[in-house]
């Protein structure tokens, strides 16, 4: 009889409470795995982005076409970032140090060592060069997310939580 009380109170300690490790990787896995947009315009430029979600870890491809169609390649962008799940759909992203940047057609090439683009001169084609986030490595960004089945509609902002999402293409990803 005198166990009684402290098996109780192990009782509901070990099976009636939920610690936030396991919150935390609950709603980590639904975001786990590779997402990918539809070729989307802007600017008389197509893009493609792609975030993939393992861990904690944020990788983010995006691609850049020098068409409307994503048929013509103009440069690549590879980004490592962290993330945490919040409440409520909410993800905040920290910005890596460095990406890796890859000019994919002679235009960028020539583009990229006029301008200096990172900093760097010597660009080559197909050749991937370290980049720096400078003063923006370690900022935090807001994101609010939605799921849908296979569908992911994800607004972010780098000053204020997000609080509605514009379901736009190049917000809208699809599961691969």
């Excluded at 919150?23 to 975030?51: H, M, Q, R, V």
Aim: with cysteine; hydrophobic share 30%.
């Amino acid at each position: 009889m005198k166990y009684i009380i402290p098996i109780i109170i192990l009782s509901f300690f070990l099976f009636g409470c939920k610690d936030d490790e396991d919150e935390t990787t609950s709603s980590t896995t639904e975001l786990e795995g590779t997402w990918k947009t539809a070729c989307y315009t802007e600017d008389n430029n197509s893009f493609i982005f792609t975030p993939t979600f393992a861990g904690n870890v944020l990788t983010i491809t995006d691609e850049k076409h020098s068409d409307t169609s994503c048929a013509t390649d103009y440069r690549l962008i590879e980004e490592s970032h962290t993330f945490a799940m919040g409440d409520g759909g909410k993800v905040t992203i920290t910005l890596g140090s460095t990406f890796q940047r890859t000019p994919q057609s002679d235009s960028a090439v020539s583009s990229y060592n006029t301008n200096n683009k990172c900093d760097t001169s010597g660009w080559e084609l197909n050749t991937a060069k370290t980049c720096s986030f400078g003063e923006d490595a370690g900022a935090t960004i807001y994101c609010l997310y939605e799921l849908s089945g296979t569908t992911l509609y994800m607004e972010c902002n780098n000053s204020a939580q997000p609080t509605s999402i514009d379901k736009g293409a190049r917000n809208t990803f699809t599961k691969q």
